[in-house]
């Protein structure tokens, strides 16, 4: 009888300690988690709605930005669809869309500048664009790559006229006015460093359409503006 209850004893307290360690380990990943977002803005919304939105845009940045390393290449990240549509793991019970987006896009530049440093780093060395390879190079008096503010030359994915234009301009305008900046102080950031690039917001309004369409145009005004603005044309 006292050995049979030394056993019921034993397998009691053994249940104990794995609820307990499972408990301490669920509880040591949370913290983990909260620690690895304490970094980041809080724009506000849920706690769920921005830790999932990060964590889902730190991993998937990771990714491309391990798969990068290993081709050795460096892109932007609005090159990425992911990036732009910024959704993944979305949830309408979580929220907004756009603070979302924002939240995974900015976790997504992290992880993937995390895994891909060096080529980031070296970015402009190694002149990503090859529109302005040639610029760089030598061939500074030749114009025929610049787009400059031939509207015509830049992608076209849909809008109205409005959108696009506007987003183009207001795009190029604070792409050479930041690029300008940085060519008086003699250095050269990547696009992503800049807030008026990440949000790609500005002098937008709802009447103009997708809000994401008039980034994608607003970013791509924004890189060759700030190119242009850089090397002073």
Excluded: C
Aim: glycine share 10%; no cysteine; net charge positive.
């Amino acid at each position: 009888m006292n050995n049979r209850f030394a056993r019921v004893s034993e397998v009691a307290i053994l249940s104990l300690l794995a609820v307990g360690i499972v408990v301490a380990s669920s509880m040591t990943a949370a913290a983990q988690r909260r620690n690895r977002w304490d970094g980041y803005p809080n724009w506000g919304g849920s706690y769920q709605l921005r830790e999932t939105a990060l964590n889902a845009g730190y991993n998937e940045g990771s990714k491309q930005g391990r798969d990068d390393r290993s081709h050795n290449r460096y892109r932007d990240a609005s090159e990425f669809n992911q990036y732009r549509d910024g959704m993944h793991d979305y949830s309408s019970r979580l929220g907004d869309r756009d603070l979302y987006r924002r939240y995974y896009q900015l976790a997504f530049e992290n992880g993937y500048k995390t895994e891909n440093p060096d080529n980031a780093a070296n970015r402009y060395e190694r002149g990503r664009d090859e529109r302005y390879r040639n610029d760089r190079d030598g061939d500074r008096n030749n114009n025929n790559n610049r787009w400059g503010r031939d509207w015509n030359r830049y992608g076209s994915w849909g809008g109205s006229n409005e959108l696009r234009q506007t987003a183009l301009n207001a795009g190029y305008n604070a792409g050479e006015r930041e690029g300008r900046n940085d060519a008086r102080r003699n250095r050269h950031r990547n696009y992503s460093d800049f807030s008026d690039y990440r949000n790609a917001t500005t002098d937008y309004n709802s009447r103009y359409g997708d809000r994401a369409l008039y980034q994608r145009y607003f970013r791509q005004g924004f890189e060759n503006g700030y190119e242009d603005g850089y090397r002073g044309y």
